[in-house]
């Protein structure tokens, strides 16, 4: 904060706020705010229904949304620029532009998210925990495909596999059969059915004692001709040739670079839609990209995925990802399930 | 829009674009806006990698964020306020607000979600569908409750139950037994096990075709004190007199002050910390209260929850909550399940 000259840092994002101070919640449409001051103590705002654990933490509560941004605004000293999160919510910030009238604002990039970004051992350990799970999970999946079952049937098993081992995730997961992995978002269907030849593309993840897991693999079904594997092989190439270069320093988009590359030579770029990771940590996604467009060293700590695809519509596609963790020395791969090409019998 | 001299609406809520376009997205952290002119063409801002179908929408796609909201910018006449989402994120607000120099910006309170809060009678149905569910659900939860169970293992069972139907749902519920009940939010514990003499606070929903239902109910396991029969009763009594006000016309905070006027009667106001209900349909939360602040007035098609409670904090509580609709004659409630007092054996 004193380096980018930031003297109060609004977070309203509450894994940005579980981070800083240990406590989650859950605010929905109520007031929710972490005042974070250079110097001095911190100031949580919320709604007086919202239940919090005994901490050290002041927390300043109101009886509706007006009078909790009013409460806020008057903390704030005239002309201080506003310093809110990525998705600090307007009905916060509109009301306070009204009430501190001369101050500006900007987004608080890079002040916590790069804190964030680098997770210390402990965290280390839970989020290779949470890979851990992922792994486990995918095996199973792998292991309940059989002709004839729905996308649906697979995304459901895998919820409940995650559900069995404490762990929260999301009710639908992409497990995407065929022509549907040429869609790199595709979400499980309750029709599309598994045949022979197919390619199977499983997205999961899961948080495991708040820290999140993401991998993705690509199988295929009884048999595979040769255009998906070559294109399994060219993600893989690129999978591995990106991964390779993780070390404290590294351009992050020269991993892109360097993925990307190898699926252009084949002539598949323009089947690679997105770019190649992003952070996570205690939330699924968090600020932070390993694309072209990012400007970020890799430092020791990070752990963000690599995740290169190629998806051609109507036809079939294909996405390799694992979760890296960068180490003095270069990286840790948290996944530890096999990526070579897997046909499934 | 023009009655509240409104030019052009930005939306980034997944449920209004929905409620607008009848396309679902799931943006996360991608540019995800919807432009409505008050005249002309609605335009959807949005990032290259979101799959949207055929529709008459025009779209305009971004590689990123930047490029994204300069897009964005270009179309909004010099001087034209900016009318936002509650929702709407820093991430897009902030750098639009830098680059349309000399707009302000408000809040669009009052324009969609006036829209959105009647709904017609092919939404009134889905509703009544939603909140069929639930009712079935709340029965089967009953049906499932015995001595040593964990609130965990109710809450489990729930989440089963609303997945086999079809329907989505949170991980996690509010089950609450005995002074777990004091607190209004508590959510089901893996630790908290059953015990006669309990009351057991259940608060569920769920998402069926995309529609939302909420019930609460509190039931009391073998058997029940005199004290906490008086509280439920009265938490009784309050629900049923703020049902009766409704028909179009009533000011909501009349609904909210019958109830309390009750609960305050008996000497339980303190413990009654929330306001009456909050509008529902296609997000569990939509935008309006019916609570002591609110100003409305109901209009023919309104769905909300009706919800008093009472908390004791380390001693027991209880929550009555249904959803009703606001019909030509008066109200509908689309809840069916009993709501006397019941003791489970």
């Known amino acids: 904060m004193r380096r980018q000259k930031v003297q109060r840092l609004l977070i309203s994002d509450p894994t940005g706020i579980l981070y800083l101070t240990g406590i989650l919640l859950n605010p929905m449409e109520r007031l929710c705010v972490l005042a974070v001051p250079q110097t001095g103590e911190c100031v949580l705002h919320l709604d007086k229904i919202m239940e919090i654990p005994q901490s050290g933490i002041t927390a300043v509560r109101s009886n509706q949304l007006a009078q909790g941004v009013a409460q806020l605004a008057a903390q704030i000293p005239n002309g201080t620029a506003l310093c809110v999160d ?8 509109v009301p306070l532009l009204n009430l501190c009238k001369g101050g500006s604002v900007c987004l608080a990039e890079g002040c916590l998210d790069a804190v964030r970004a680098c997770k210390d051992p402990w965290e280390q350990q839970r989020m290779r925990e949470a890979a851990q799970v992922a792994d486990t999970v995918m095996e199973q999946a792998i292991g309940f495909l059989r002709e004839g079952i729905t996308e649906r049937q697979v995304s459901d098993f895998i ?5 069995e081992k404490g762990c929260h995730c999301s009710n639908v997961f992409i497990v995407a059969f065929g022509a549907n992995a040429g869609d790199p978002h595709h979400v499980a269907s309750e029709t599309a059915v598994l045949h022979p030849g197919d390619c199977v593309m499983m997205d999961i993840g899961c948080e495991k004692a708040q820290y999140w897991s993401d991998l993705t693999r690509t199988v295929y079904y009884k048999n595979v001709d040769a255009a998906q594997q070559h294109l399994y092989n060219t993600v893989l190439r690129a999978n591995c040739a990106a991964e390779a270069l993780v070390r404290p ?19 598949l770029g323009a089947g690679f839609t997105h770019r190649l990771g992003h952070f996570i940590g205690l939330a699924g996604h968090e600020n932070g990209s390993v694309s072209e467009e990012s ?6 700590g990070m752990i963000f995925s690599i995740e290169p695809g190629v998806y051609l519509p109507g036809k079939y596609g294909a996405r390799i990802e694992d979760l890296v ?12 399930i096999d990526k070579t090409m897997r046909i499934v019998q």
Not at 86 to 93: E, I, K, N, S, Y
Not at 159 to 163: E, I, K, L, N, T
Not at 330 to 335: A, H, I, Q, V
Request: with cysteine; charged share 30%.
């Open 325 to 336: 963790l960068v180490t003095t020395q270069g990286f840790e791969r948290l996944n530890t």
């Open 295 to 300: 400007n970020q060293l890799a430092r020791e």
């Open 86 to 93: 990525d998705g600090f919510p307007a009905r916060v910030l």
């Open 249 to 267: 320093g590294v351009p992050l988009r020269a991993l892109d670079a360097a993925a990307r590359s190898i699926i252009e030579k084949e002539g």
């Open 159 to 163: 919820c409940r596999c995650f559900r």
